[in-house]
């Protein structure tokens, strides 16, 4: 098993910016693909940023030039930049991590519990 811990949401002004951090522990030798995904209320789950191991990056169109996401992988810690933040970026932000190659997270990724962000003046 693998356990993820988000930490880094809350509340910030239209155009202020938040760094997420993901924790990893356990199982975790298999891990290849890190990322982080989102949830707005009535919304569908969606991809945000994932990083594969072999250093491929995939970003959502709507968050390019944004939102950066990097690695630590002395520290099995995921980050996620976010800048120039719009109230359309309010929502539960989740970490995944997966032990295929592809450059998203799947179903049956490992997934932590969340994180609220809430972009608002």
């Known amino acids: 098993q693998v356990q993820l811990v988000e930490s880094g949401g809350g509340l910030v002004q239209p155009g202020g910016s938040l760094r997420l951090s993901c924790v990893a522990s356990?199982?975790?030798?298999?891990?290849?693909?890190m990322g982080w995904y989102r949830q707005a209320p009535g919304k569908e789950r969606e991809l945000v940023a994932a990083?594969?191991?072999?250093?491929?990056?995939n970003y959502a169109d709507s968050v390019k030039g944004r939102f950066t996401i990097s690695r630590d992988n002395a520290k099995d810690t995921v980050y996620l930049q976010m800048r120039s933040l719009e109230p359309e970026d309010t929502a539960v932000y989740y970490c995944?991590?997966?032990?295929?190659?592809?450059?998203?997270?799947?179903?049956?990724?490992?997934w932590g519990q969340g994180t609220q962000v809430t972009v608002s003046s």
């Open positions: 990083s594969a191991r072999s250093g491929a990056e």
């Open positions: 356990g199982n975790i030798f298999n891990i290849k693909t």
């Open positions: 995944c991590a997966d032990t295929w190659y592809g450059s998203t997270c799947r179903s049956q990724s490992y």
